[in-house]
C-alpha cells in the first residue's frame, strides 16, 4: 500500500498485517519453554543460560521499541532510541521487513549453533532486535489508521498472539519430534519469513478524511480565485473605489491583531500541559508493562517444563495453553469492542487496570498451587525412599524389633 485514508475500508489491511505479525511474534514467545526443554537436552547446559536468553529476548524487544510508542514525550528523547531513529528515516515497512529477515537469518544460526554460547548469542540478540524492529511498529502504524474504530482494530491485531499461543506450542512440538531440534528450528526460520507479509502490507502514508477534503477545497477556491477578476477593479455601490474603506471598518481589523500573540501564549501552555501529560503516561506504561510482562513471560517460561516435572504430558500442556490462548482470545476481542462504545470513551486504563488486577490475582493463584504440589511432591518421594529402605531391610532377612511394654 502507498498512501490510505484514516478509517477507510483499505485501513483494515494493515490489520491483518499486525494480527500475522502477532500470530507469528505471540506464538514464538508463548512455545519458548518447549524450545527451551528441547535444546537444554541438546546442549546439555544449565537451565540458567536459557531463562536469561528469553529475557534478553524480552528486554531488546521492548527497550528498542520502545520510541515507536505514541505519548513519547519529545523528539530529544525519542532519537536516542535506534528503533524510532531508524523509522524516521527509513519508514516503518523497511524496519518491519529488517526484522521479518533478521529473525529468520537469527533463528537458521541458532539451528546450527555449535554450542550453547552462539544459540544464546543468536537467540538472545538476533531475534530479540527483530522481533523489536516489529512489535511496536504494528501498534504505532494501525493508531494512525484508526480513529473511530481504534480498540475494534487493537483487539483485531493483538487476537493473533491467542490465536499463535493456541496453534504453536502444538505445531513446534510436532516439528521438533519430527524433525528433530535442528531441523525444526529452521522449519521455525522459515515461517518467520511471513513477518514481510505484514511490511507488505504495512502503508506508506496515512492522510485524514478531513485533510483530503480540505485539499479539494482550496484548490477548487483557489482555482475560482484565479478565474474570477480582481475586486479592486470593481466600483464600489457607495462610490469610489473597493480599496477605500471606512474607519468603522478598519477599526475592528486593528484590533484583532492582538489575537494571534495570544493564540500563539495559549497554545504553548496547551503543549507544555501534553508534553507534561505524555511523560507522566510513558512512565505509567513502562512501570506497568514490566510488571505485567514480567509475569507473563515467567508463567510462559516455566509452565512447560513445570507441567513435566510434575508428570503431565506434552499433549496436556499444550493442550493448557491452546485454552488459555482461547480465553485471551475473547477477551481481547471483548475489550476491544467495549471500548469503542460511546459510554466507555475514554476508559481503556480502567479496563487495562482491572487485567492486570485478575493477572495479578492468578499469578497468586498459580504460585500456592504450585507451593503446594512440590510439598505433596516431596511427601511421596520421602515416603516412598522409606518404603524402599523397609523392604530392603526385610529382603536381608532381618525383622524389625519391637519392645516389650513394662508391666
Same mark, same amino acid.
Given at each position: 500500500?502507498?498512501?490510505?485514508?484514516?478509517?477507510?475500508?483499505?485501513?483494515?489491511?494493515?490489520?491483518?498485517?499486525? #494480527?500475522?505479525?502477532?500470530?507469528?511474534?505471540?506464538?514464538?514467545?508463548?512455545?519458548?519453554?518447549?524450545?527451551?526443554?528441547?535444546?537444554?537436552?541438546?546442549?546439555?547446559?544449565?537451565?540458567?543460560?536459557?531463562?536469561?536468553?528469553?529475557?534478553?529476548?524480552?528486554?531488546?524487544? #521492548?527497550?528498542?521499541?520502545?520510541?515507536?510508542? /505514541?505519548?513519547?514525550?519529545? /523528539?530529544?528523547?525519542?532519537?536516542?532510541? /535506534?528503533?524510532?531513529?531508524?523509522?524516521?528515516?527509513?519508514?516503518?515497512?523497511?524496519?518491519?521487513?529488517?526484522?521479518?529477515?533478521?529473525?529468520?537469518?537469527?533463528? $537458521?544460526?541458532?539451528?546450527?549453533?555449535?554450542?550453547?554460547?552462539?544459540?544464546?548469542?543468536?537467540?538472545?540478540?538476533?531475534?530479540?532486535?527483530?522481533?523489536?524492529?516489529?512489535?511496536?511498529?504494528?501498534?504505532? @502504524?494501525?493508531?494512525?489508521?484508526?480513529?473511530?474504530?481504534?480498540?475494534?482494530?487493537?483487539?483485531?491485531?493483538? =487476537?493473533?498472539?491467542?490465536?499463535?499461543?493456541?496453534?504453536?506450542?502444538?505445531?513446534?512440538?510436532? $516439528?521438533?519430534?519430527?524433525?528433530?531440534?535442528?531441523?525444526?528450528?529452521?522449519?521455525?526460520?522459515?515461517?518467520?519469513?511471513?513477518?514481510?507479509?505484514?511490511?507488505?502490507?504495512?502503508?506508506?502514508?496515512?492522510?485524514?478524511?478531513?485533510? !483530503?477534503?480540505?485539499?479539494?477545497?482550496?484548490?477548487?477556491?483557489?482555482?475560482?480565485?484565479?478565474?474570477?477578476?480582481?475586486?479592486?477593479?470593481?466600483?464600489?455601490?457607495?462610490?469610489?473605489?473597493?480599496?477605500?474603506?471606512? !474607519?468603522? !471598518?478598519?477599526?475592528?481589523?486593528?484590533?484583532?491583531?492582538?489575537?494571534?500573540?495570544? @493564540?500563539?501564549?495559549?497554545?504553548?501552555?496547551?503543549?507544555?500541559?501534553?508534553?507534561?501529560?505524555?511523560?507522566?503516561?510513558?512512565?505509567?506504561?513502562?512501570?506497568?508493562?514490566?510488571?505485567?510482562?514480567?509475569?507473563?513471560?515467567?508463567?510462559? #517460561?516455566?509452565?512447560?517444563?513445570?507441567?513435566?516435572?510434575?508428570?503431565?504430558?506434552?499433549?496436556?500442556?499444550?493442550?493448557?495453553? =491452546?485454552?488459555?490462548?482461547?480465553?485471551?482470545?475473547?477477551?481481547?476481542? $471483548?475489550?476491544?469492542?467495549?471500548?469503542?462504545?460511546?459510554?466507555?470513551?475514554?476508559?481503556?486504563?480502567?479496563?487495562?487496570?482491572?487485567?492486570?488486577?485478575?493477572?495479578?490475582?492468578?499469578?497468586?493463584?498459580?504460585?500456592?498451587?504450585? !507451593?503446594?504440589?512440590?510439598?505433596?511432591?516431596?511427601?511421596?518421594?520421602?515416603?516412598?525412599?522409606?518404603?524402599?529402605?523397609?523392604?530392603? #531391610?526385610?529382603?536381608?532377612?532381618?525383622? /524389625?524389633?519391637?519392645?516389650?511394654?513394662?508391666?
Amino acid at each position: 500500500m502507498s498512501t490510505i485514508v484514516v478509517d477507510s475500508p483499505r485501513a483494515w489491511g494493515t490489520v491483518v498485517g499486525g #494480527f500475522i505479525a502477532n500470530f507469528i511474534l505471540g506464538g514464538l514467545g508463548k512455545s519458548y519453554g518447549i524450545i527451551l526443554e528441547h535444546f537444554q537436552d541438546e546442549f546439555e547446559a544449565p537451565t540458567a543460560v536459557f531463562t536469561l536468553t528469553g529475557g534478553v529476548i524480552y528486554m531488546l524487544m #521492548f527497550v528498542l521499541s520502545l520510541g515507536q510508542m /505514541p505519548c513519547m514525550p519529545s /523528539p530529544l528523547l525519542t532519537a536516542t532510541l /535506534p528503533n524510532h531513529f531508524v523509522v524516521q528515516r527509513i519508514g516503518d515497512r523497511a524496519v518491519v521487513m529488517i526484522g521479518g529477515i533478521g529473525a529468520c537469518v537469527s533463528l $537458521f544460526i541458532a539451528a546450527i549453533a555449535p554450542n550453547v554460547t552462539v544459540w544464546a548469542i543468536a537467540i538472545g540478540g538476533g531475534v530479540g532486535f527483530s522481533f523489536s524492529c516489529v512489535y511496536f511498529n504494528i501498534f504505532s @502504524v494501525i493508531g494512525r489508521c484508526f480513529r473511530e474504530k481504534l480498540g475494534l482494530a487493537n483487539g483485531l491485531s493483538v =487476537a493473533g498472539v491467542s490465536v499463535g499461543q493456541m496453534a504453536f506450542p502444538s505445531l513446534v512440538t510436532l $516439528f521438533l519430534q519430527r524433525y528433530g531440534v535442528r531441523a525444526g528450528t529452521v522449519v521455525m526460520a522459515a515461517f518467520s519469513l511471513h513477518l514481510c507479509i505484514t511490511a507488505a502490507l504495512m502503508p506508506r502514508h496515512v492522510v485524514d478524511a478531513e485533510s !483530503e477534503e480540505d485539499i479539494v477545497v482550496s484548490s477548487s477556491s483557489i482555482s475560482r480565485r484565479i478565474e474570477e477578476p480582481s475586486s479592486s477593479l470593481l466600483p464600489s455601490p457607495l462610490g469610489g473605489s473597493a480599496n477605500d474603506l471606512d !474607519e468603522k !471598518e478598519l477599526d475592528p481589523m486593528l484590533q484583532q491583531r492582538e489575537t494571534p500573540l495570544t @493564540v500563539y501564549s495559549s497554545s504553548s501552555k496547551i503543549m507544555q500541559h501534553q508534553e507534561r501529560l505524555a511523560t507522566a503516561l510513558l512512565v505509567i506504561f513502562v512501570i506497568g508493562k514490566v510488571f505485567a510482562d514480567n509475569g507473563d513471560v515467567g508463567i510462559s #517460561f516455566i509452565a512447560p517444563p513445570y507441567g513435566s516435572q510434575i508428570g503431565f504430558s506434552a499433549h496436556t500442556t499444550n493442550m493448557a495453553i =491452546a485454552v488459555a490462548g482461547i480465553v485471551d482470545l475473547l477477551s481481547r476481542l $471483548f475489550f476491544g469492542w467495549l471500548t469503542d462504545r460511546p459510554m466507555c470513551r475514554g476508559r481503556r486504563g480502567t479496563f487495562l487496570a482491572f487485567t492486570w488486577l485478575v493477572e495479578g490475582a492468578v499469578a497468586l493463584g498459580f504460585g500456592e498451587i504450585a !507451593e503446594t504440589s512440590w510439598s505433596l511432591t516431596a511427601i511421596s518421594t520421602s515416603s516412598a525412599s522409606h518404603s524402599k529402605v523397609r523392604n530392603a #531391610f526385610l529382603r536381608g532377612g532381618h525383622t /524389625p524389633t519391637t519392645r516389650s511394654r513394662p508391666t
